[in-house]
């Protein structure tokens, strides 16, 4: 890091105004409906402020207490992904001219301003990391991503509250941000200890109202650190399992998950790494034209393994040894690391609290080689 500076919590504000002053529009975490969400943020009193979240599979409770913090909480059911991978979005448009000829044309949103986001944690770091490589870096870079990722100005957190579905310590991501970000927060009770990971963080350090970080501060977070890292009970084995996994196609415990799984999607929709899409026409009803969307799609619905007249994973167990041995395994070959950088929310979302960590355990067994 290049420097690091204190800001009192009274003065947290000053850091949207800059943001919102230098021409970013501010995402930040709020709290809605029990849970966590990034939205548009213009003010402090927005911020979740004494929020603790009880995570559990299947299960999120919000409690809101005195405690005199903001980031107190893990993750919400989402955060980058849908910022620069939109659930939909118009990849082209065809329109008929007077004269019934079709003309097409790349769509031409423009975003009006560059997105700063606040509050990001170190698994989101670590999956937008992945993200650009399927986006950015492969043979053909996706402009509509590119457009948005251009832009973004991060604003990190280090998690001092780990929900009980984190793992991002056994994948290797968290809880400390290591990399990826132009500021990083570690959040005590009187303010913040901030440190500039680029050249555009240092730059907004210079504008805030920070005081000198003192020695018993530097303390209070390393021990914070710590304890987030031992509070971490659930972990995923290391490695390429894709060996592993495929060497137990037939293992009964794909059936049993199977037996409880909805094929309902969450788990993929929730995950920030997944990126599978599908595309599809919309016609204007009055005939003159259509917009062709691009849409998130996932593993577990059917229509996506249709290959030339044939589902090729007809059944939920094919689908989530699918997504398992994909996300475990495979993404070791494309992307050079695994799929699953630890953040729990599949787990949490799922609606039957299909856990990916109990699963991964029950097929290997008592170990892989
Ligand atoms: S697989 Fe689950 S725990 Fe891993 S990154 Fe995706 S949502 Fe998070
Ligand atoms: S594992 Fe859970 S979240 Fe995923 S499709 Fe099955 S029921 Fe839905």
């Given at each position: 890091?290049?420097?690091?500076?204190?800001?009192?919590?009274?003065?947290?504000?000053?850091?949207?105004?800059?943001?919102?002053?230098?021409?970013?529009?501010?995402?930040?975490?709020?709290?809605?409906?029990?849970?966590?969400?990034?939205?548009?943020?213009?003010?402090?009193?927005?911020?979740?402020?004494?929020?603790?979240?009880?995570?559990?599979?299947?299960?999120?409770?919000?409690t809101v207490t005195q405690l005199p913090r903001y980031f107190s909480w893990a993750n919400g059911p989402q955060a980058l992904k849908?910022?620069?991978?939109?659930?939909?979005?118009?990849?082209?448009?065809?329109?008929?001219?007077?004269?019934?000829?079709?003309?097409?044309?790349?769509?031409?949103?423009?975003?009006?301003?560059?997105?700063?986001?606040?509050?990001?944690?170190?698994?989101?770091?670590?999956?937008?990391?992945?993200?650009?490589?399927?986006?950015?870096?492969?043979?053909?870079?996706?402009?509509?991503?590119?457009?948005?990722?251009?832009?973004?100005?991060?604003?990190?957190?280090?998690?001092?509250?780990?929900?009980?579905?984190?793992?991002?310590?056994?994948?290797?991501?968290?809880?400390?941000?290591?990399?990826?970000?132009?500021?990083?927060?570690?959040?005590?009770?009187?303010?913040?200890?901030?440190?500039?990971?680029?050249?555009?963080?240092?730059?907004?350090?210079?504008?805030?109202?920070?005081?000198?970080?003192?020695e018993d501060q530097l303390a209070k977070a390393a021990v914070s650190h710590q304890a987030a890292r031992e509070a971490q009970t659930?972990?995923?084995?290391?490695?390429?399992?894709?060996?592993?996994?495929?060497?137990?196609?037939?293992?009964?415990?794909?059936?049993?998950?199977?037996?409880?799984?909805?094929?309902?999607?969450?788990?993929?929709?929730?995950?920030?790494?997944?990126?599978?899409?599908?595309?599809?026409?919309?016609?204007?009803?009055?005939?003159?034209?259509?917009?062709?969307?691009?849409?998130?799609?996932?593993?577990?619905?059917?229509?996506?393994?249709?290959?030339?007249?044939?589902?090729?994973?007809?059944?939920?167990?094919?689908?989530?040894?699918?997504?398992?041995?994909?996300?475990?395994?495979?993404?070791?070959?494309?992307?050079?690391?695994?799929?699953?950088?630890?953040?729990?929310?599949?787990?949490?979302?799922?609606?039957?609290?299909?856990?990916?960590?109990?699963?991964?355990?029950?097929?290997?067994?008592?170990?892989?080689?």
């Amino acid at each position: 890091m290049d420097g690091t500076g204190f800001l009192q919590r009274e003065h947290f504000g000053e850091l949207i105004r800059i943001l919102a002053g230098r021409g970013y529009r501010v995402i930040g975490p709020q709290l809605r409906d029990g849970a966590i969400v990034y939205d548009d943020l213009s003010e402090v009193a927005q911020l979740p402020s004494g929020v603790i979240m009880d995570v559990q599979p299947a299960r999120v409770h919000a409690t809101v207490t005195q405690l005199p913090r903001y980031f107190s909480w893990a993750n919400g059911p989402q955060a980058l992904k849908p910022l620069l991978f939109r659930p939909v979005e118009t990849l082209w448009q065809a329109c008929r001219d007077d004269k019934g000829r079709l003309e097409f044309s790349a769509a031409d949103e423009q975003e009006a301003r560059p997105l700063a986001v606040i509050g990001v944690r170190a698994c989101d770091l670590a999956a937008l990391e992945l993200q650009d490589r399927h986006f950015l870096q492969g043979e053909y870079s996706d402009p509509h991503y590119a457009r948005r990722r251009e832009g973004l100005l991060l604003v990190a957190v280090n998690c001092t509250h780990p929900d009980a579905t984190c793992f991002c310590a056994s994948t290797g991501d968290g809880p400390q941000a290591r990399t990826g970000f132009d500021l990083v927060l570690d959040e005590l009770d009187t303010g913040f200890i901030i440190g500039a990971g680029s050249k555009r963080g240092t730059a907004l350090m210079e504008d805030l109202s920070l005081l000198p970080v003192r020695e018993d501060q530097l303390a209070k977070a390393a021990v914070s650190h710590q304890a987030a890292r031992e509070a971490q009970t659930r972990a995923l084995p290391p490695g390429d399992l894709y060996d592993a996994l495929a060497a137990r196609r037939e293992h009964p415990h794909w059936q049993a998950v199977a037996e409880r799984c909805l094929s309902c999607g969450n788990c993929t929709s929730v995950c920030p790494t997944c990126f599978c899409s599908h595309e599809r026409e919309q016609p204007r009803l009055d005939g003159s034209g259509s917009v062709h969307l691009r849409e998130w799609d996932s593993c577990f619905s059917e229509g996506h393994s249709y290959i030339t007249g044939l589902v090729i994973r007809a059944e939920p167990r094919h689908r989530y040894r699918q997504w398992l041995t994909h996300k475990l395994g495979a993404w070791h070959r494309q992307y050079g690391r695994s799929g699953c950088v630890g953040c729990g929310r599949c787990i949490a979302w799922c609606p039957v609290g299909i856990d990916l960590c109990e699963e991964t355990a029950a097929v290997l067994g008592g170990g892989h080689d």
